[in-house]
């Protein structure tokens, strides 16, 4: 039986017209290939091949023997399979856009881990979300509403808005429309293959969850 982290390895789901749309673990890409709702795209010599589930397992030998180290191995009982890197889908051709999601972590990497007020960087840990407009004068939980502030700031402001505590914003909140923490790094061999697919769509694929 294969560890989860091997199971969960990321495989980069493409729709039929080659277009990035979303990061899936290896379970759901072999899911989507028993189903023949996809095929398997390899890169060979500069060249993309597509493999069928059960081509695929009949060119696991040779990958094994010639090529171990370019691919992460699922072992079964009576076989190991190479866990493709990118997997086509079959009849899907729309475009998924994810929005940023309203999370501390993208709103600590939006603000670059800066206080907002005194325009020092702090770790996540020392760092505080500060409404500002207080939420006991009816300010919500928005992107416009919400920014990083270290602990003295904050307390410095409490229940007021910076005008009426005298403080001034470094920068105006804004939605982003992408988020530098979901970077992936795909800079390993592993991921080299995604390299072309997603110079063109990069923010447009759900990467991981927060």
């Given at each position: 039986m294969?560890?989860?982290?091997?199971?969960?390895?990321?495989?980069?789901?493409?729709?039929?017209?080659?277009?990035?749309?979303?990061?899936?673990?290896a379970r759901?890409?072999?899911?989507?290939?028993?189903?023949?709702?996809?095929?398997?795209?390899?890169?060979?010599?500069?060249?993309?091949?597509?493999?069928?589930?059960?081509?695929?397992?009949?060119?696991?030998?040779?990958?094994?023997?010639?090529e171990?180290?370019?691919?992460?191995?699922?072992?079964?009982?009576?076989?190991?399979?190479?866990?493709?890197?990118?997997?086509?889908?079959?009849?899907?051709?729309?475009?998924?856009?994810?929005?940023?999601?309203?999370t501390?972590?993208?709103?600590?990497?939006?603000?670059?881990?800066?206080?907002?007020?005194?325009?020092?960087?702090f770790?996540?840990s020392?760092?505080?979300?500060?409404?500002?407009?207080?939420?006991?004068?009816?300010?919500?939980?928005?992107?416009?509403?919400?920014?990083?502030?270290?602990?003295?700031?904050?307390?410095?402001?409490?229940?007021?808005?910076?005008?009426?505590?005298?403080?001034?914003?470094?920068?105006?909140?804004?939605?982003?429309?992408?988020?530098?923490?979901?970077?992936?790094?795909?800079?390993?061999?592993?991921?080299q293959?995604?390299?072309?697919?997603?110079?063109?769509?990069?923010?447009?694929?759900?990467?991981?969850?927060?």
């Open positions: 294969s560890s989860i982290s091997t199971i969960d390895e990321k495989v980069l789901v493409l729709n039929r017209g080659y277009a990035a749309i979303r990061v899936v673990p759901q890409a072999f899911t989507l290939l028993c189903r023949e709702a996809a095929q398997i795209l390899s890169i060979e010599d500069g060249s993309y091949l597509t493999y069928a589930l059960h081509d695929w397992m009949d060119v696991a030998k040779l990958q094994k023997e010639f171990a180290e370019k691919h992460t191995w699922l072992r079964l009982p009576t076989f190991e399979i190479a866990i493709p890197k990118i997997i086509r889908l079959l009849k899907y051709d729309k475009f998924i856009k994810h929005e940023v999601r309203l501390r972590r993208n709103l600590f990497s939006r603000d670059k881990n800066m206080c907002q007020y005194c325009g020092n960087r770790t996540a020392e760092l505080t979300l500060d409404h500002v407009v207080p939420r006991v004068q009816g300010g919500g939980n928005s992107w416009a509403n919400l920014v990083c502030a270290c602990m003295r700031c904050n307390t410095r402001k409490g229940g007021r808005t910076p005008r009426q505590a005298n403080m001034q914003l470094i920068h105006k909140p804004f939605k982003p429309s992408k988020c530098e923490a979901r970077r992936l790094r795909i800079g390993s061999l592993q991921y293959s995604w390299k072309s697919f997603l110079n063109n769509a990069y923010w447009t694929i759900e990467l991981e969850e927060d």
